[in-house]
Structures are given as structure tokens and as C-alpha cells.
């Protein structure tokens, strides 16, 4: 089983991430930001990965340190479960609609991190979340995974949904390159002998 456990302590976080890549989609959430515990509820049940997180911020400044130190966490994480990456599939892939809303997530676990983010959402704030910040933490997220990272959100009007379909599609990519390719055979999916 790919398992880990990653804790990340500052003067502004104290977050802990134990997680299994090869779950069943089991969440259990107290970041103390309900609408990333929602969002990140979709990536656990989508991508079948066993999540729990709990985290504790500077939030009587904003949501901002705790919701980026939270994808930090889970790209250590993340990276820390994945290992050697031997016999994966390493590239994933998912549109993902809700309604009006179309978001496509592309992923390659490359070693290499890089962002590509386009989501233009209909407003600033869903609820009291600031919409900002879901680039902070996707962007934390693949600095530490260390992979490659094409967030588009093709359609949406609704915010609230425009952001579930970008956390759903990330869950649905990670999932497939995380799976296990038979036809690899135990063999790292790199020309270069490394990820």
C-alpha cells in the first residue's frame, strides 16, 4: 500500500496529511476552511485516495497560510507515498461538467513541477472562501509534488461549481496516473530512467 504521513509545523500552520494512494475514497477533514474541506472531499472520493487532514492557521488573518500550507502538505505527501514510481501510469487525464460548468484537469508525474491555471471565476468569494486562494494551494501542491499540473475551466457561471469541477477532474487525473500499468511491468515510465 502507498501510505504516508507528512506534518508541516510554522509559525502560521501546524498541518498533518496521512494519506493512502490506494484507498477507497474515505475523507476525513478538519482544516478548519469548510469549503476546501468540501473540495478536497471530491479529490478523496474521485481520485479513491484515503484522506485525512487536519490543520490549524492564522485564520483571524485569512484563509490564505492555511489553505496553501494544506497543499503543500498533500503534494509532500503525495510524493512521499509515491516512492520509486515504478510501473505507474504517470499521466492522467479528466473533463469533469456539474451543471453549466466544464473543467479539464491534465496531470504528469514528472518530478517536474509546473502550473498551468485558467479558471476565470464568476465572482471573488464563494460564501466567505476567497476564490484566489484555490490557486495558492494548487500551486503548493505541485512545488512539493513535484508535478505538472493543466487546470482549464472550459464553461461555468455558477462559481460554487466551477470550483467542484476543477477539484473533481483533479481527483479523476490523479487517480488514473497513479494507477498501476500491467504493461509496464514494475518499469519507470521515463526515457531518462527517472522522475
Not at 490506494?22 to 469549503?35: H, M, N, P, R, S
Not at 487536519?54 to 509515491?82: N, P, Y
Not at 464568476?122 to 512539493?144: C, K, M, P, T, Y
Request: aromatic share 6%; hydrophobic share 40%.
Amino acid at each position: 500500500m502507498r501510505k504516508s504521513e507528512v506534518s508541516r509545523d510554522t509559525l502560521e500552520t501546524r498541518i498533518t496529511v496521512n494519506l493512502n494512494l490506494d484507498g477507497t475514497g474515505i475523507a476525513k477533514l478538519q482544516t478548519g476552511v469548510g469549503f476546501l474541506d468540501h473540495m478536497l472531499d471530491q479529490v478523496a472520493r474521485h481520485g479513491l485516495i484515503d484522506l485525512d487532514i487536519r490543520a490549524e492557521g492564522d485564520r483571524h488573518i485569512d484563509d490564505h497560510h492555511t489553505v496553501e500550507d494544506i497543499g503543500i502538505t498533500l503534494g509532500q505527501a503525495v510524493a512521499s507515498a509515491l516512492a520509486d514510481k515504478k510501473g505507474i501510469r504517470r499521466y492522467g487525464h479528466a473533463y469533469v461538467p456539474l451543471d453549466e460548468a466544464l473543467s479539464r484537469v491534465v496531470i504528469d508525474l514528472s518530478g517536474r513541477p509546473g502550473l498551468e491555471y485558467h479558471v476565470d471565476f464568476s465572482r471573488a468569494r464563494i460564501g466567505e472562501f476567497d476564490v484566489d486562494l484555490l490557486r495558492e494551494f494548487f500551486q503548493g501542491f505541485v512545488n512539493h509534488a513535484g508535478v505538472t499540473l493543466h487546470i482549464d475551466n472550459l464553461r461555468g457561471s455558477n462559481a460554487h461549481h466551477q470550483a467542484e469541477t476543477v477539484f473533481k477532474a483533479f481527483g479523476r487525473a490523479l487517480r488514473m496516473a497513479l494507477e498501476a500499468d500491467p504493461r509496464m511491468g514494475g518499469v519507470l515510465p521515463s526515457t531518462k530512467g527517472a522522475l
